[in-house]
């Protein structure tokens, strides 16, 4: 006889509805009437008028754009509520976007970022770059250039044809690639191809772009002593040209210490560029500072560079064999604070495992910088607690998306903590949402913050039961959580419920297993699996 079970636990399938972490952005002011878009739709919009001298109850709303008459207020609080399913801070996957938008559809996309800061008349805006002309699957026509897109996926009054800034991104696929935006709204282009590499900027709008770096564009390797650059893969920012104390961090494919020498040794390295306060104007003529070559610096790979507030790097790059580190966390000075595979092997205890973080090709940091979101090139992404300076796999999940395909590009979060995904393989721009019970503030004085309300842990799922006469595996589901959060009980009779100390648990996010022996032929008893955090 095999042992009886009892199965405590639900699964809730939540698909077609909209998830996300709702905001206002895209701020605009006519007279008194303030107009602003919602990312998505929310439960309650209010807008405190003075300081709470006076509040407006625009109740639910949808996604999209929406006003309020400010009465003559001198200053205005916009406040969206939400109460959410859990999303991937809870290592659940909730996808928000729709792929049948075709304003979502690019083929050959690149780079994908988004306006983080509400001192920019772009705040919230989405930019995607796309590499090469080409048709998707669709049928939409998407020509080379910049893509802007309202923050609910709309387009812009700039319209839908692709924007270049004056900026010449013909020669290659690889050009435009990357791209940041700055706190003032100014856009930064990395430039990754061999004939026109560097790093270019234009204003929020794509009207008007420059070269950053002095020399010669381009990039074969070396450089030699006629280029003061290479290809620029990423490009992190702080400050502005505008206040005069501008600084850039890039992965340069090429440069090196020598620029005369013929051997790969500091490939992908990252550089600091700063304004000279004396000449405070761009092209900047260096020489940059090289700050890490953390990583491999033989042969050329998929990299990428995220920047905290703090000055914290978190530096990526793409290796298939598990034995070398995808992503490493660098201080302000250029030491290695942490390697993925040092730390994912330490944690679980393990120095033969692969690192966690393969086939690496992009990462974004949300904005209080507590958690990466790692780009796996199959569309995978991971989410790491990175809150202490520090990898915490204590606080990781891996989201799987379909089709499975090659070519994820890059990842991006905006303001709210909404994760943006660009493939070329499944030629989509895709969002998913944070979950969990959020209430954002957007104000008239430049100012945005997000709160959420603590998420409680998701219900471990179980899957599969297999079982013996004196043995029984329990395979289950507990998204985002870790091997130390649960407990096996057993009972006999579904009334006393007893920890058993023998049970063996097994697995990584979100797939667990437990080993339950000892126990006697002929016997019946029930067993249940308990999330204790």
Request: proline fraction near 6%; hydrophobic fraction near 40%.
């Amino acid at each position: 006889m095999k042992p009886s079970l009892l199965h405590l636990a639900t699964l809730s399938l939540l698909t077609g509805t909209a998830l996300a972490a709702p905001y206002a952005s895209g701020l605009s002011v006519s007279g008194s009437t303030i107009s602003f878009i919602l990312n998505e739709s929310a439960d309650k919009v209010s807008v405190s008028l003075n300081n709470g001298a006076s509040t407006l109850n625009l109740g639910a709303l949808p996604a999209g754009t929406h006003s309020f008459d400010s009465a003559g207020a001198t200053s205005w609080q916009i406040i969206v509520e939400k109460a959410a399913p859990p999303g991937w801070r809870s290592g659940t996957l909730q996808q928000i976007s729709s792929d049948a938008n075709p304003l979502n559809q690019f083929v050959n996309g690149r780079g994908v970022c988004i306006a983080r800061s509400p001192k920019s008349r772009a705040f919230g805006r989405v930019y995607v770059s796309v590499g090469s002309s080409g048709t998707t699957l669709t049928g939409r026509s998407v020509p080379e250039g910049i893509y802007p897109l309202n923050a609910d996926l709309s387009a812009t009054p700039l319209g839908t044809n692709p924007l270049t800034g004056g900026l010449n991104f013909t020669a290659s696929t690889e050009s435009p690639y990357r791209l940041t935006a700055g706190d003032d709204g100014t856009l930064y282009i990395a430039d990754w191809s061999d004939q026109t590499g560097s790093l270019y900027a234009t204003d929020a709008d794509v009207a008007n772009g420059t070269n950053l770096l002095a020399g010669p564009v381009g990039s074969p390797f070396p450089v030699t002593d006629t280029r003061i650059h290479g290809s620029i893969a990423a490009v992190a920012v702080a400050g502005s040209l505008a206040t005069s104390d501008l600084n850039l961090w890039v992965i340069d494919e090429d440069l090196q210490d020598d620029r005369l020498a013929t051997t790969q040794s500091q490939t992908n390295s990252l550089w600091e560029w700063r304004l000279n306060a004396e000449a405070p104007f761009v092209p900047l003529n260096g020489p940059p500072l090289r700050l890490s070559s953390a990583g491999i610096t033989f042969a050329s790979q998929t990299a990428d560079i995220v920047r905290s507030k703090t000055g914290t790097f978190y530096k990526t790059q793409r290796r298939s064999n598990g034995n070398e580190s995808g992503v490493f966390i660098i201080d302000s000075t250029g030491i290695t604070l942490d390697s993925s595979l040092t730390s994912w092997r330490n944690f679980k205890g393990d120095l033969t495992l692969r690192d966690v973080f393969t086939e690496t090709v992009a990462a974004d940091l949300t904005d209080d910088g507590q958690f990466l979101a790692v780009l796996r090139r199959d569309n995978a992404f991971h989410i790491v607690h990175v809150g202490t300076g520090l990898f915490d796999f204590n606080r990781y999940s891996l989201l799987t998306t379909t089709p499975v395909t090659v070519a994820a590009r890059d990842i991006a979060f905006d303001p709210a903590g909404n994760v943006y995904m660009l493939s070329s393989g499944n030629q989509l721009l895709r969002v998913f949402a944070p979950g969990g019970t959020s209430k954002a503030t957007t104000g008239s004085d430049a100012t945005f913050a997000i709160a959420f309300e603590p998420l409680p842990p998701p219900t471990p799922v179980i899957t599969a039961v297999t079982g013996t006469p004196n043995a029984v595996v329990i395979d289950f589901s507990a998204p985002g959580a870790s091997l130390a959060d649960f407990t096996l009980e057993r009972s006999p009779d579904l009334a006393t419920w007893l920890p058993d100390a023998s049970a063996q648990f097994a697995g990584e996010s979100p797939s667990f297993s437990v080993n339950a022996v000892g126990i006697t032929p002929g016997s019946k008893e029930f067993f249940r699996v308990r999330r204790l955090r």
